[in-house]
C-alpha cells in the first residue's frame, strides 16, 4: 500500500495513492483507519508531508562513497552508528519550497531512505525491526555545509526550518533487508546515485542502537 496525507478544500487527511487515485481514509494509519467511498484525482488535492514527526532522527557517516563526496578519503567507519536529530519543523512536503536561509553559504541535498515508526519504540531488536515500522519513504536531508564545517554541529546545519522534505507517500511492502535505489536530481540533474545495500550500518543495527537511547515514537 502507498500511504499519503492530502489537503481538499481546507481539509486534511489520510488515503491510499492507486493507479485510478486516492482513495480517502478517515482516520490515522498510526493508530485506527478506514476507507470511504471517497476519491480524488492527483490534480484535486495538494500532497502533504506524509506524516508529522515528533522528530527526524538521522544517521550521519553511513555511506562511505558519501564520505568521499565530502572529502573524506581516509574514511573509517565509526565504532557506533553516528545519529543527530532534525526538528519537527524542518518537515515540509513534496513540491513545497525550500528556505535558504539568510546566513546560508552552501546548501547541499542529500537523499535518504527514511523509514516511517508505526509504535512507541524502545530497545527494538535488529532482528524484528519490521514490526515497528508503518513503511519507508523518501527524504532530502539538506544541509548547510559552511556552517556544518565550521561549527562540526549537525543540528545548527541541518536543522532550519523546511530542510527535511519527505514523501511523497509511504510504502508499506518492504523486507527486512532492502535493497532501493537512492537518487536525488537538481533540476533534472542527477546529483546522487546509491542504494541501501551499501549502508555501513543496516536498518536493524541502527535502530537497535538508537531506540536503546531514545524512545521513536508512532511517526517519527
Known amino acids: 500500500m502507498k500511504i499519503v496525507r492530502a489537503k ?38 495538494q500532497l502533504l508531508a506524509p506524516v508529522l514527526p515528533s522528530k527526524v532522527t538521522a544517521v550521519a557517516k553511513n555511506y562511505e562513497k558519501h564520505a568521499v563526496e565530502l572529502g573524506v578519503h581516509d574514511y573509517t567507519a565509526p565504532k557506533n552508528p553516528v545519529f543527530f536529530n532534525k526538528p519537527s519543523t524542518s518537515v ?13 553559504q552552501h546548501v547541499d541535498h542529500e537523499a535518504e531512505l527514511a523509514l516511517v515508526i508505526s509504535k512507541v ?11 515497528h515500522v508503518l513503511g519507508l519513504t523518501a527524504a532530502n536531508d539538506l544541509s548547510e555545509r559552511v556552517l556544518q564545517g565550521k561549527t562540526g554541529h549537525f543540528t545548527r546545519a541541518k536543522g532550519f526550518d523546511t530542510f527535511c ?32 545495500r551499501d549502508m555501513i550500518y543496516s536498518i536493524g543495527e541502527i535502530l537497535e542502537f538508537v531506540t536503546s537511547i531514545m524512545t521513536l515514537l508512532p511517526g517519527d
Open 121 to 131: 519504540s524502545k530497545n527494538i531488536s535488529r532482528e524484528n525491526w519490521t514490526e
Open 92 to 104: 515540509i512536503g513534496t513540491g513545497e519550497s525550500i528556505i535558504y536561509p539568510p546566513i546560508g
Open 8 to 45: 481538499f478544500e481546507g481539509e486534511i487527511f489520510y488515503g491510499e495513492l492507486t493507479d485510478e487515485g486516492i482513495i480517502r481514509y478517515e482516520g490515522s494509519p498510526l493508530v485506527v483507519w478506514e476507507p470511504t467511498e471517497e476519491k480524488y484525482s492527483i490534480d484535486e488535492i
Open 165 to 196: 522534505p519527505l514523501g511523497p507517500f509511504i510504502q508499506t511492502e518492504f523486507t527486512n533487508n532492502p535493497e532501493l535505489n537512492i537518487k536525488a536530481f537538481v533540476n533534472g540533474e542527477l546529483k546522487q546515485d546509491g542504494n541501501s
